[in-house]
């Protein structure tokens, strides 16, 4: 096949895409990637593709084609500009290319700007689009504070029900996703869904665990508003003078400044951050863990979705103790590879976390983990799938 693939982000930059394109490309397909220019999580364009330098490139089999865009920065005001600018500097790019493909695929990380250049395509040459979604547009926006009765709002929800409509398929990253769409975005009925969940990274699997006399706990990803990891630090708080237990914190976001001046305002010396590290480097910091944790707000778009850090926690066969409601609770309990406290209770964080770490299920949980990801996730199984649907899609 050749698969135009569109995302906002890819390579050198750290997303799955990453690896399910360098995979298809593997299984003998052309792919061609439309993207934006590299900026996350810093928000500065990488210098080795300032000044028109990088716009063609192939890496690992995958043809990649990088329109210009305006860099993130730190600023919500910055974030919209970079969102718009791919959104419409990738459109036009789109019209001067080569349009010899069998299928188109987005990748639909936020925003939902980011199909545009995909359903142009689309419009232009009739091929079928698939769009794959990982954050529900418009209410993934409500977790910023934004009212669903602001006219950005109601702007954003006849983009977002545009966009949606005019995929052939639209393959959800979890289950709870598509009621979403038909009970409240009100999708077109005939619309076709499917459930395709993430998987992780091969680096993920057979994770050593370093032995130093603690109970060491890791949280790996964004730092941002929804994945409220201040709960992670007023549970260090609570435990602070437990010199047993230490809290890792990888990452970069929004949010990491204020965590580390919560963390210095409580004088914290059980909590270490380590920064932003690429997918190749996260290893050295898994094996850190004796157990993951999960931390997410209490809102009903972080409860329906499946964060892509929990595969590769399971994957890495370790138990995952999590502070978090809606989907991601209920397979953890399903799986029975930890325990679990309502999103924003760091009590009873703190509480589960004493338990883990003088329970003897912990082994048990820790193989619990990697079963339920190779019945479920199973990186193989998670290719293959998409592979039949951009065959199959009419």
């Not at 220019?37 to 089999?61: A, H, M, V």
């Not at 794959?132 to 709002?153: A, N, R």
């Not at 869904?193 to 130093?212: H, M, V």
């Not at 209490?298 to 929990?310: D, G, M, R």
Request: aromatic share 12%.
């Amino acid at each position: 096949m050749k698969i135009l693939v569109v995302c906002q982000h890819f390579y050198p930059e750290n997303f799955r895409i990453n690896d399910i394109c360098f995979e298809l490309a593997k299984k003998g397909h052309n792919v061609t990637v439309l993207t934006g220019l590299p900026n996350y999580p810093k928000g500065k364009i990488f210098k080795e593709y300032k000044f028109f330098k990088n716009r063609k490139q192939i890496i690992n089999g995958v043809k990649i084609i990088r329109c210009p865009l305006v860099g993130r920065g730190k600023s919500l005001l910055k974030m919209m500009i970079n969102y718009m600018s791919f959104a419409i500097l990738g459109s036009i790019k789109s019209l001067f290319m080569k349009k010899d493909f069998d299928v188109i695929y987005v990748y639909q990380l936020s925003p939902i700007t980011m199909t545009w250049p995909a359903i142009m395509v689309k419009k232009i040459t009739k091929k079928p689009l698939v769009i794959h979604v990982l954050d529900q547009w418009p209410i993934s926006i409500t977790t910023g504070g934004v009212s669903k009765k602001s006219l950005i709002y109601k702007l954003l929800t006849k983009w977002s029900k545009n966009a949606y409509n005019k995929a052939d398929i639209i393959t959800c990253s979890s289950r709870p996703f598509k009621d979403y769409f038909i009970n409240e975005l009100k999708l077109d009925k005939n619309k076709k869904f499917l459930y395709l969940p993430s998987y992780a990274e091969d680096n993920y699997k057979n994770i050593k665990t370093i032995n130093n006399n603690k109970f060491d706990l890791l949280f790996a990803g964004n730092i941002g508003p929804a994945q409220s990891v201040e709960t992670i630090i007023e549970t260090a708080n609570t435990l602070k003078n437990n010199k047993s237990i230490m809290f890792h914190i990888v990452g970069d976001g929004l949010s990491l400044n204020n965590c580390k001046e919560l963390s210095k305002k409580y004088k914290l010396k059980n909590v270490k951050f380590y920064g932003y590290h690429n997918v190749k480097e996260m290893t050295k910091y898994y094996e850190l863990a004796d157990a993951f944790l999960i931390t997410m707000v209490n809102n009903e778009v972080v409860n329906s979705t499946l964060p892509a850090k929990l595969q590769s926690y399971m994957l890495a066969g370790k138990p995952i103790l999590g502070s978090i409601s809606g989907e991601v609770k209920k397979i953890i309990e399903e799986a029975k590879c930890g325990l679990c406290v309502d999103s924003l209770d760091y009590k009873g964080l703190s509480k589960i976390i004493l338990e883990a770490s003088i329970s003897k299920k912990i082994n048990t949980w820790s193989k619990n983990a990697f079963n339920y990801y190779e019945k479920n996730f199973k990186k193989d199984k998670c290719i293959n799938t998409l592979e039949e649907v951009l065959k199959d899609v009419k």
